[in-house]
Antibody, heavy 116, light 108 residues
Framework: QVQLQESGPGLVKPSETLSLTCAVS????????WSWIRQPPGKGLEWIGY???????IYNPSLRGRVTISLSASRAQFSLKLTSVTAADTALYYC??????????WGRGTLVTVSS | IVLTQSPGTLSLSPGERATLSCRAS???????LAWYQHKPGQAPRLVIY???KRATGIPDRFSGSGSGTDFTLTIDRLGPDDFAVYYC??????????FGLGTKVEVK
């Protein structure tokens, strides 16, 4: 059974960098595209960006310049880095797989709070 | 493109039919429209992709339809496991994925 699991610090200070990892189990990361999506409390879902196993990435223009998605050396996980965070970046962060235009597998999400 | 879902909350009894609406701010291709089911603490689950195709493991009481700016997710005979929040999602070739704010289907 293919599973995605997000992990990382639950609390980040303002102006610092948010770093999360998504572990992919029972599937090859070379078979699809992989995205990060977030949901601030009480708000809608926002797509952050995606990674292809070749290393190519595309980011949401609203976050461009602050976000980096990369593949780990082990190729069994990928990561998200978001710089210069503010309270507006507090959200439930999900990783997801998308072979095409829709996301067919998601992780359960991890809550990141930005606060001093 | 902005996706507007209605109603915000749908209160229904098990066995009833749920009709959820997703309206796009401009005409979109149905093959780029998807629906997800989300329960608290769980991973969102793909229900419908390509406007009307059921995802793996989704029972046939779920159906998607629509074109242009108006799309519908219908759940016939609501089962106890169907009460959740449902989101519609659109993809464009920018590429950019956008989501609606969701419709909560709750037990009446």
């Amino acid at each position: 059974q293919v599973q995605l699991q997000e992990s990382g610090p639950g609390l980040v200070k303002p102006s610092e960098t948010l770093s999360l990892t998504c572990a992919v189990s029972n599937a090859s990361i070379t078979t699809s595209y992989w995205s990060w999506i977030r949901q601030p409390p009480g708000k809608g879902l926002e797509w952050i960006g995606y990674l292809h196993y070749t290393g190519s990435t595309i980011y949401n223009p609203s976050l461009r310049g602050r976000v980096t998605i990369s593949l780990s050396a082990s190729r069994a996980q990928f990561s998200l880095k978001l710089t210069s965070v503010t309270a507006a970046d507090t959200a439930l962060y999900y990783c997801a797989r998308h072979p095409g235009a829709s996301f067919d597998l998601w992780g359960r999400g991890t809550l990141v709070t930005v606060s001093s | 493109i902005v996706l507007t879902q209605s109603p915000g909350t749908l209160s229904l009894s098990p066995g009833e039919r749920a009709t959820l609406s997703c309206r796009a701010s401009q005409s979109v291709l149905s093959r780029y429209l998807a629906w997800y089911q989300h329960k608290p603490g769980q991973a969102p689950r793909l229900v419908i992709y390509g406007g009307s195709k059921r995802a793996t493991g989704i029972p046939d009481r779920f159906s998607g339809s629509g074109s242009g700016t108006d799309f519908t997710l219908t759940i016939d005979r609501l089962g106890p496991d169907d009460f959740a929040v449902y989101y519609c999602q659109h993809y464009d070739n920018a590429p950019l994925w956008t989501f609606g704010l969701g419709t909560k289907v709750e037990v009446k």
